[in-house]
């Protein structure tokens, strides 16, 4: 999968090995462009407005998240006008895995509809 972010000199800073990089660094390094790109979606704009979406959108966000606050999934959820907001208990970071019956179940209710 292409990077979301043209390399930059900004971005090669941050990423660029070290001369004594370890073999655990060098298996971190994927996981820490990963990290780079969502902090710079973060901050950077999207290229769309959420309150432009016209479609149903689900968010569902794990109510016990370490990595991003429920605020961020309720900020989403109220720019976005069709979209449907749901807390799922007990769930962490990647909540659609634990969830996918219940996506698939809305998302099959609304292609009935």
């Known amino acids: 999968m292409a990077p979301r972010f043209p390399q ?4 090669a800073d941050v990423l660029a090995p070290t001369p ?3 073999a ?3 298996l971190s390094e994927n996981r820490s462009e990963g990290f780079l790109e969502d902090t710079l979606a973060g901050i950077r704009p999207w290229g769309f407005r959420p309150d432009a979406i016209g479609v149903p959108v689900l968010i569902m966000h794990g109510a016990e ?5 429920c605020a961020h999934g309720e ?4 720019r976005c006008p069709a979209a449907e ?9 990647i909540t659609v895995l634990d969830s996918a019956r219940e996506a ?5 209710a609304l292609v009935r509809a």
């Open 65 to 69: 998240d370490k990595m991003v606050a």
């Open 85 to 93: 907001l749901r807390i799922v208990a007990d769930a962490g970071h």
């Open 20 to 22: 004594n990089m370890s």
């Open 8 to 11: 930059t000199a900004e971005r």
């Open 24 to 26: 655990s660094d060098s």
């Open 104 to 108: 698939l179940a809305w998302l099959a």
């Open 75 to 78: 900020w989403l959820a109220a």
